[in-house]
């Protein structure tokens, strides 16, 4: 049986005192073993004249899914939207993960229903089409894959506010890690020597008493395993993560996105990787 998610308990509320919007832009759920996901659409375009969305992926308890980057083991999300029509993915953005052990690998990934969400790019009315396929586990993993379809207006048609999508969008965004502050910031990410492991150099805000997690992802090629605390003073740390895979042929300007959780807070940012 499924939880009830925070967007379901926050819709609840606002439709008991508000009319139910005409238009809906979600794709209606798709189920299978351990899960359900769905689409939801905010038709009117953001101050940066972008289209936003939510993918929403609800857990049965004891399930879990992984983030973009989950390590030695795991699926990451795949979002395809080339099957559209006046409609492209622009940035598929994950909410921080947690380090999963399931007893065989230890991975990054997510323990209770998550919404990943979209930024696409449209001009006027559009067929969004979209292909997902996501890695699922219980005690074992396994496959999910939907299709889903959502018909969208030109901006300019766009007349009322439709609650549901907005709800369901604006809580995958507000989900997301938050920039990095003067006193929570990633400094540097180096090579070491032989190129076998990364160090990453963080500043954490002073007296909190959670300890810090981090998460790397790289170019496509580019695979890291699972990272380990190594120093702390003075308010910086420093984490080390084997590298277990890469592209023959190495750019030399890597960029690295990377998530760092602390307690309840988290902050993404994207940094060179510095190579011998």
């Known amino acids: ?8 308990a926050l819709l609840a509320a606002f ?3 508000a009319p139910a919007p005409a238009l809906a832009l979600d794709s209606g759920w798709v189920e299978t073993e351990g899960a ?3 689409l939801v659409v905010d038709p009117e375009p953001d101050a940066d004249g972008m289209t936003r969305g939510a993918l929403e992926i609800d857990l049965a308890e004891g399930w879990k899914t992984y983030w973009i980057d989950p390590g030695a083991s795991g699926i990451p999300p795949q979002v395809d939207l080339s099957q559209s029509t006046g409609i492209e993915l622009v940035a598929l953005k994950l909410p921080a993960p947690i380090r999963v052990d399931d007893g065989y690998s230890i991975w990054a990934g997510y323990k209770h229903p998550v919404s990943l969400a979209l930024e696409m790019r449209r001009e006027g009315a559009a067929e969004l089409k979209a292909n997902v396929f996501l890695g699922l586990c219980e005690k074992i993993c396994v496959p999910f894959q939907a299709d889903f379809s959502v018909t ?7 007349h009322g506010t439709d609650v549901r999508a907005k709800v ?3 809580k995958a965004f507000s989900d997301l890690p ?4 003067h006193d929570f910031d990633v400094l540097s990410a180096w090579a070491d020597e032989g190129g076998e492991s990364i160090s990453v150099g963080l500043i954490i805000p002073a007296g909190v008493e959670a300890e810090p997690a981090l998460f790397v992802h790289g170019p496509d090629g580019w695979l890291f395993g699972t990272p380990e605390l190594v120093a702390e003073a003075d308010g910086e740390v420093r984490f080390s993560l084997p590298v277990e895979g890469r592209p023959k042929a190495t750019q030399e300007q890597v960029p690295l996105d990377v998530v760092v959780t602390l307690g309840d807070r988290a902050i993404e940012t994207t940094i060179p990787l510095e190579q011998n």
């Open 178 to 181: 938050a920039q990095p502050s």
């Open 168 to 170: 369901a969008v604006a």
């Open 36 to 38: 359900r996901m769905r």
């Open 1 to 8: 049986m499924f939880r009830q998610t925070a967007v379901t």
């Open 152 to 158: 969208l207006p030109a901006p300019g048609e766009v």
């Open 15 to 17: 439709l008991g005192s």
